[in-house]
């Protein structure tokens, strides 16, 4: 049975936006995000300031690596993030920092990730992430040796006859490892015409497309 976070945590917040979705989604629930430049974390604050969700939700100044420095362990039931998926040596870097720290593990590697979520993840809490279906070897390899059971993976889809560009996973700290694959989301059933699962969600989430 689901039941709704009470605590929860978006490493590499950036702009502050899951965070606030998840906010407007989860009306009782404590948010943090948690970012390491500081560019995004006053435009992150500013943006919590003018959502009205400020009693709720704060941004921190801080690394991923090192969480440990500002929060305490097991704090959360559900921690979220859309992780840097690319290798350092994997690729052109791009030359605008933000974008570079985004897309490269410049300032955290898969595996110190996957560390810090299992430190500030409480039992039963639930990790949920965005990754490249390319690395998910490696994903799976890196959460063998933690408690964090994957549970339910699912294939993001540009278009229905294309590849998967993204993978969703959800984990379950504890749990039996009894994963659940979901059908896959498309995008677009055409060039610039999205899917109606896709504007479903957009709008369960207060989304404009």
Avoid at 11 to 34: C, E, S
Avoid at 147 to 161: D, G, M, S
């Amino acid at each position: 049975t689901f039941i709704d976070p009470q605590a929860i945590i978006d490493l590499g917040t950036g702009n502050g936006i899951i965070g606030l979705l998840l906010a407007g989604l989860y009306p009782k629930a404590r948010i943090v995000g948690l970012e390491i430049q500081p560019e995004l974390v006053e435009i992150a604050r500013k943006n919590v300031e003018n959502s009205g969700y400020a009693e709720r939700m704060e941004v921190v100044l801080g690394d991923i690596k090192t969480c440990q420095q500002y929060f305490s362990p097991h704090s959360y039931d559900l921690v979220v993030t859309n992780p840097p998926y690319r290798r350092i040596n994997s690729g052109r870097i791009n030359p605008d920092p933000d974008k570079a720290v985004a897309k490269h593990e410049l300032a955290v590697n898969l595996s110190q990730l996957i560390t810090s979520v299992d430190y500030l993840l409480m039992p039963k809490g639930r990790f949920a992430l965005i990754y490249h279906p390319g690395r998910l070897y490696e994903l799976f390899t890196k959460l063998k040796g933690t408690a964090l059971a994957p549970r339910r993976i699912r294939f993001v889809h540009p278009y229905k006859w294309s590849d998967a560009k993204m993978v969703l996973l959800e984990t379950s700290k504890g749990a039996k490892s009894d994963l659940r694959g979901e059908p896959p989301l498309i995008v677009y059933e055409e060039k610039g015409k999205y899917t109606e699962e896709l504007k479903n969600i957009y709008s369960r989430w207060g989304l404009c497309l």
